[in-house]
């Protein structure tokens, strides 16, 4: 049974940094490309940053230089440590394992509030 469970939300302050965990188990974590998306109430799903297999990286335009993301094979852990928050970012976020063919897997998500 492949789960995706993601830690490390919470209320933050704007400007405020925060770190999301995802343990993977089930799958072969070091063949899956990790992704992290987001949905805040109302609006679609986006792609935040991905992981490649082979650690090369990629983020949405918004989060460059403020986000990163990481992984740990041996941990079946991938990171998304984000600094400088703002409240438009305020989302549910979700952690994604790819495996680039037919297999796709999506954790329950973690609330990340940017607020006063």
């Known amino acids: 049974q492949v789960q995706l469970v993601e830690s490390g939300g919470g209320l933050v302050q704007p400007g405020g940094s925060l770190r999301l965990s995802c343990v993977a188990s089930?799958?072969?974590?070091?063949?899956?490309?990790m992704g992290w998306f987001r949905q805040a109430p109302g609006k679609l799903r986006e792609l935040v940053a991905r992981?490649?297999?082979?650690?090369?990286?990629r983020y949405t335009d918004s989060v460059k230089g403020r986000f990163t993301i990481s992984r740990d094979n041996a941990k079946n852990t991938v990171y998304l440590q984000m600094n400088s928050l703002n409240a438009e970012e305020s989302a549910v976020y979700y952690c994604?394992?790819?495996?680039?063919?037919?297999?796709?897997?999506w954790g329950q998500g973690t609330q990340v509030t940017v607020s006063s």
């Open positions: 089930g799958i072969i974590f070091s063949t899956y490309r």
């Open positions: 992981i490649s297999t082979g650690g090369f990286t």
């Open positions: 994604e394992a790819d495996d680039l063919g037919t297999m796709e897997y």
